[in-house]
């Protein structure tokens, strides 16, 4: 780590410290309430829903403490199963999901220790950064004050001025040790933290189920729309269009003899009428799978998308094989998305996409120089968009501070084929 | 491959000698570098792979064959590909969508375009092409207009019919392309070349 990188972590653990031994006081409290709740619970009416309050509480403090030690470094997991779809608080179900869920036990068993290590551990680091600067800053203060001996560090008392102002350097290097061992205590009880509030392996499969569960039924409705969508368009163009050339054929076979300049006039009809229906199938395959990406790949598909760009869009590229199709084409979907919101939103001068696959995993960013504050939960495009890549493991992150730039990242595990020749 | 058959027919119905049909990817290439042919007409798409093969074959063939006039003909068009066609500055190159051979006459004309030298953008790519950036500099909307038509393949004559205008008119439109894309006096079938890819390429 940087020197800089340390003063940082050491300045946001010192008040971490302070916070962890004020939040370390409420949990007695809150276990207390929570064995309350919990006795009380079979008691009709008033228990269940004590117990849904406490329990509340509980799990809020249990985020709170996974919220500053994911930001601290040591990233925790919300270990807890979905709720039961459609159970209300304070049903039978809704108890039982709460009382079988492994995680609240685990939260209330963390409760007193967590606090106590924290706490004693916090104590300690605040104590020998306070000490520090009482001899940096108090006792040299003192002496020239009013010539005031107390003792300090190594000299107790202080026999004379030169020993008082002694504290000074003594001061100065007990604070350094009190900043260097803040972040390290808080790590250490953050890490008895994660003992007892991360998922266990089985929570974490449990988790996982749950989490495919909601993809899948998200890719299956995805898909349902698709094809809804694409018998829509069938039905009122393409097909309405060949039904219009059939007709016309038709009239145009009886008028042969009797008129044939009609019967021209007719099947020049007919034949603009089926170009139509070409046009509105192109329009649809393009919707479908561009049939770019079927030829070249995401490389060539997301090039030829760049270069249609109203704003100058750099690719760059290293994918040295080719995609699995429907990863290819999550992919294309979502970048093809961003690049759009780019061309509406950002006001942009300059555009990039880059493409690259490292163990495993395909890296996509696109960026660009606009305006910045995009809200990726605004956008209904970006949403269905995660939840496409959602299906393959991938996820989307937006990156878009007031003024800019505007980067979205696209992370997904996949394999690479060969390069086709 | 139906279009494969029917285009033989055509062509022959037109009084043009075909020298070989070819349905795969891999025999392409050799056959056009054989044969030398006066015009070549490929499909984007092509068996075993049905990627683009047909494409990268009429590209390396314009590699070893500097200006072998071949039309591309494709399902749908890309404007990646016809930038890619022209990268080699050289004329004699055509990319259509399939179904303008439905309009036989308009297509012929359009075969004898490329074979000698000129080119052939399909409508389609064209638009796509205008729809992205803003108009090339300094060019009125009327000579963008024309630069158009000269993408598409339309000699003078045609172009004076479509808009209305005499043909004298009309060169004195694409004299006033050609200052102000700065291309200086020279062969005018290159120049009409080299305007067409300033604008893809815009």
Not at chain 1, 37 to 42: A, D, E, K, Q
Not at chain 1, 290 to 309: K, N
Request: glycine share 8%; aromatic share 4%; proline share 7%.
């Amino acid at each position: 780590m940087t020197l800089r990188g340390r003063l940082a972590a050491s300045l946001s653990a010192t008040p971490d410290a302070l916070f962890a031994i004020g939040l370390g006081l409420l949990n007695p409290a809150m276990l207390a309430f929570w064995l309350a709740g919990l006795v009380l619970s079979p008691v009709p009416a008033l228990g269940p829903e004590l117990l849904g309050v406490t329990t509340r509480v509980v799990r809020w403090r249990a985020d709170l403490e996974r919220r500053l030690s994911t930001r601290a470094g040591v990233p925790i997991r919300r270990p807890y199963l979905p709720a039961p779809a459609g159970a209300e608080v304070g049903s039978r179900r809704w108890l039982r999901w709460i009382i079988t869920d492994p995680a609240t036990w685990r939260d209330a068993a963390w409760l007193l220790p967590g606090a106590l290590i924290a706490m004693v551990l916090s104590l300690i680091a605040l104590a020998i950064t306070v000490y520090g600067l009482t001899g940096a800053l108090l006792v040299p203060l003192w002496l020239v004050l009013g010539g005031v001996h107390v003792g300090y560090g190594l000299f107790w008392p202080t026999a004379n001025d030169v020993e008082g102002m002694l504290a000074l350097p003594q001061g100065l290097a007990i604070l350094a040790v009190g900043l260097t061992v803040t972040p390290l205590t808080r790590a250490t009880h953050l890490r008895f933290s994660r003992l007892f509030l991360a998922p266990t392996r089985s929570a974490e499969l449990r988790l996982r189920v749950a989490r495919l569960t909601l993809t899948r039924a998200d890719a299956i409705d995805a898909q349902a729309a698709e094809l809804r969508r694409i018998e829509r368009d069938l039905h009122d163009g393409a097909q309405a269009w060949m039904v219009s050339v059939g007709m016309t054929i038709g009239l145009a076979e009886r008028l042969v003899r009797r008129d044939p300049t009609a019967a021209l006039k007719l099947l020049a009809e007919a034949r603009a009428a089926s170009t139509t229906a070409l046009v509105e199938l192109r329009h649809l395959v393009r919707g479908i799978h561009p049939p770019v990406l079927a030829e070249r790949g995401l490389e060539g598909a997301v090039q030829a998308l760049a270069m249609m760009l109203p704003v100058p869009t750099d690719v760059r590229s290293h994918l040295p094989g080719r995609l699995d199709t429907p990863v290819e084409s999550a992919v294309y979907f979502a970048v093809a998305e961003a690049l759009t919101n780019m061309t509406r939103h950002s006001n942009a001068r300059k555009a990039w996409v880059g493409l690259r696959h490292t163990e495993g995993v395909l890296f996509v960013e696109i960026g660009d120089d606009g305006d910045g504050g995009a809200d990726p939960g605004r956008g209904t495009g970006l949403l269905g968009i995660e939840r496409r890549l959602n299906a393959f493991d991938g996820t989307m992150a937006v990156s878009s501070p007031p003024g800019g730039p505007t980067v979205v990242t696209l992370e997904l595990p996949c394999a690479l084929s060969s390069p086709k020749t | 491959m139906l279009l494969r058959d029917g285009l033989t027919r055509l062509l022959q119905a037109f009084d043009f000698d075909v020298v070989e049909a070819v349905d795969n990817g891999p025999d392409l290439l050799p056959a056009l570098l054989r044969h030398r042919p006066d015009v070549a007409i490929v499909d984007v798409r092509l068996p075993p792979t049905q990627t683009d093969e047909g494409l990268k074959a009429a590209i390396a063939a314009r590699a070893e064959i500097p200006g072998l006039p071949v039309l591309v003909l494709s399902q749908h068009v890309e404007p990646l590909y016809a930038r890619e066609l022209l990268t080699d500055h050289a004329g004699g190159v055509g990319y259509l969508l399939k179904e303008r051979v439905a309009d036989v006459e308009q297509f012929v004309a359009t075969v004898h375009q490329v074979a000698s030298g000129g080119t052939a953008f399909d409508p389609e790519v064209v638009a796509q092409m205008m729809a992205r950036r803003k108009p090339l500099a300094g060019l009125t909307a009327r000579e963008h207009e024309v630069l158009r038509h000269i993408a598409e393949g339309r000699s003078n004559a045609a172009i004076a019919a479509r808009l209305f205008i005499t043909e004298k008119v009309v060169s004195k439109h694409i004299n006033n392309i050609f200052a102000k894309l700065g291309m200086p006096p020279s062969d005018d079938d290159n120049r009409r070349v080299l305007a067409v890819l300033m604008f893809l390429d815009a």
